[in-house]
């Protein structure tokens, strides 16, 4: 199928799954109407690709639903000018997202496949303004630190690190807690503490510990 064939599911995609569900933030729905998420999905699910779910990426992991990526983009309150660490680049669909919403999308994948994957994703959907790493994202990422946001693509537990490497006045946003029940938390970091907000219930694959998988 020819990419213009993708406008149209993509479009009803924005009104029918995001604006019904309460996405407001218009740079977030401009750049999901103009993401192609069908390049970030394998071929044989490209006819799934701008469905209400989350869809397999190999190794295990997902490419989150539609609405979940609007959602977390649009609670990181982005203006353009941010530099932002994704915990879990994943296929970088995500990642291309928040490179429309933001100066500069530092990403980390502790899976060389799916890094790979993301690489070559990202360069065909031809988004510039992102640096990916192959590593352990509990480490963040402390040469480009500190960031404006983090975003955490896994369920799990906050790593003090990331706290660390955000701005006072930055934004950690995440799935928190345990096996497959999730909560997004977002977290602003102030001068003397810690505002904590909570969000939508949700799932996510967990966050991954140890060794990295080459």
Known sequence: MHSLSYDRPRRRMVEEQLITAG???????????IVPRHLFVDAALRAHAYQDSSLP??????????????????????????????IGTGCGYQTAVLS?????????????????KARSNLRRAQHANVML??????????????FDAVIVTAGGFASDIWLEQLKVG??????????????????????????????????????????LRR
């Open 170 to 211: 930055g934004i950690l946003l995440m799935p928190e807690g345990d096996e497959k029940k999730h909560q997004l938390v977002r977290r602003l970091k102030l001068q003397d503490g810690i505002e904590e907000t909570y969000f939508d219930a949700c799932t996510f694959v967990p966050l991954l510990e140890g060794e």
């Open 57 to 86: 990426i190999g190794e295990g992991q997902t490419i989150s639903q539609p609405y979940m990526v609007a959602k977390m983009s649009e609670l990181l309150l982005l203006q353009g000018h941010e530099r932002v660490l994704e």
């Open 100 to 116: 429309r919403l933001c100066k500069r999308v530092y990403s980390i994948e502790r899976i060389e496949s799916l890094h790979e």
């Open 23 to 33: 996405i407001q933030d218009e740079r977030v729905l401009q750049a999901m109407s």
């Open 133 to 146: 790493k192959c590593g352990d994202g509990l480490l963040g990422w402390e040469e480009y630190a500190p």
